[in-house]
């Protein structure tokens, strides 16, 4: 299979199976699966263990799982399809698109978030996008085993309803939003948040179409991604995964059963921030638009020099996450990496210790993770249902072993 992309089909039928030894077979994990292209050429590809113990279901190429986070980086794509399309600016106001949050004020002391200031400037779409925007998760990322937020603004989040609950349109969304105090001026710091949900609140407000709507039309269906969107239908329901969390030192309890899981029903929240469901072949899809300067299989979504913007480090000063990001959750390290419009940047092997210098990734709640590197021509995705993402650094494994195959 690696024939013709440089890469050691000997080392690369390591990886399934220390992937099978150490977390499969150790019940550290149910299942997995595995891909590896390169030029354009699937290298390796695997399908692990169990997508649902229970029923006794093995995970096959075709498994549908959750991939939350991963949604960021293609609803982030599908903002600035519309930004080509000549919608707005970076750097404009996002009032433009939400008059709801003019008056918006900025935090800055208080145990009770009472004491206020006036923005610098308004938040733009910039800021959105590379997640600086003075948003944060209002505590919501307790879901996914972040500690308890005594925090005054997430507080407020809380007493303004802020949520992405199921019956919670993109609208109500966004009109709580504006309601609430911004962490700290816009631009000026980093914080993994609520913004790339706006992001799709702008997508579906600029288009005049539902979000969902547009990701299909624009995305989902020129690339053939048929089996990626925010619900499972009953036709699929039997390739849906189940979701487990480790509970007890390495023991795994289920999380989400796919028989009765609330993915199996239409939200009305269609989240930007993480409510797709997709499986490994739609997603490569996607990377392969990613690693192919904005365009695969005949079909375009984006210029090249846009999609080469959007992975360049958009992180005030160019300085890395360790010096301007706000401690919270993230699906990402912090030494040596920047952070573009919709992705992490790898800035520097030798602080992030990690190899693919240049490469631009994210990564999911279910301990889901992707990277493109430009300069291999190289696309790794990762698939599990392990929730939270903190609980093994499959990213940091995979990297050693897919980088070592590479031999020209």
Not at 93 to 100: D, Q
Not at 177 to 202: F, H, I
Not at 317 to 338: H, N, P
Not at 381 to 396: E, K, V
Request: charged letters at 20%.
């Amino acid at each position: 299979m690696a024939a013709h992309t440089g890469m050691a089909t000997r080392q690369l039928e390591r990886i399934g199976a220390v992937l099978q030894e150490r977390y499969v077979d150790a019940g550290r994990i149910a299942g997995c699966q595995v891909l590896v292209a390169r030029h354009g050429q699937v290298a390796y590809r695997a399908s692990l263990g169990m997508m649902d113990v229970k029923r006794a279901k093995p995970m096959e190429d075709h498994s549908i799982l959750r991939i939350y986070s991963m949604t960021k980086p293609i609803t982030s794509v599908a903002l600035m399809m519309l930004m080509e399309r000549g919608a707005f600016q970076l750097d404009e106001p996002v009032t433009r698109v939400l008059p709801e949050w003019r008056g918006q004020k900025v935090w800055v002391g208080g145990a009770d978030g009472a004491e206020l200031a006036e923005p610098r400037r308004p938040v733009s779409f910039r800021d959105l996008l590379s997640h600086t925007a003075g948003l944060t998760y209002g505590g919501l990322l307790e879901q996914v085993g972040a500690p308890a937020s005594a925090d005054p603004v997430d507080a407020a989040y809380r007493a303004a309803g802020v949520r992405r609950g199921p019956d919670e349109t993109l609208e109500q969304f966004v009109t709580k939003l504006g309601q609430v105090p911004l962490k700290y001026q816009p631009g000026e710091r980093w914080m993994y948040s609520l913004a790339t949900d706006v992001c799709g609140a702008v997508v579906e407000r600029i288009s005049g179409k539902p979000f969902g709507d547009f990701l299909q039309e624009e995305i989902f269906g020129p690339l053939g991604m048929v089996d990626t969107g925010f619900h499972v239908p009953e036709a699929k329901r039997d390739r849906f995964a189940a979701n487990y969390a480790r509970r007890g030192g390495e023991m795994l309890a289920l999380a989400d059963d796919p028989a009765e899981s609330a993915y199996l029903q239409p939200p009305v929240f269609q989240s930007g921030g993480g409510g797709l469901v997709s499986t490994i072949d739609d997603y490569h899809r996607f990377c392969d638009v990613l690693r192919g300067g904005g365009a695969a299989g005949g079909v375009r979504l984006l210029g090249p020099r846009t999609l080469a913007l959007m992975h360049k480090n958009h992180l005030p000063g160019g300085r890395d996450l360790t010096e301007v990001a706000i401690d919270s959750f993230s699906e990402t390290a912090a030494q040596g990496v920047g952070f573009g419009l919709g992705f992490a940047v790898t800035l520097d092997e030798v602080r992030s210790g990690t190899l693919g210098q240049g490469d631009f990734y994210w990564g999911g709640a279910a301990s889901t993770l992707f990277w493109v590197d430009p300069a291999e021509d190289l696309v790794a995705i990762f698939l599990t249902q392990l929730m939270p993402s903190t609980t093994y650094n499959f990213r940091g494994l995979l990297k050693n072993m897919i980088y070592a195959a590479i031999e020209d």
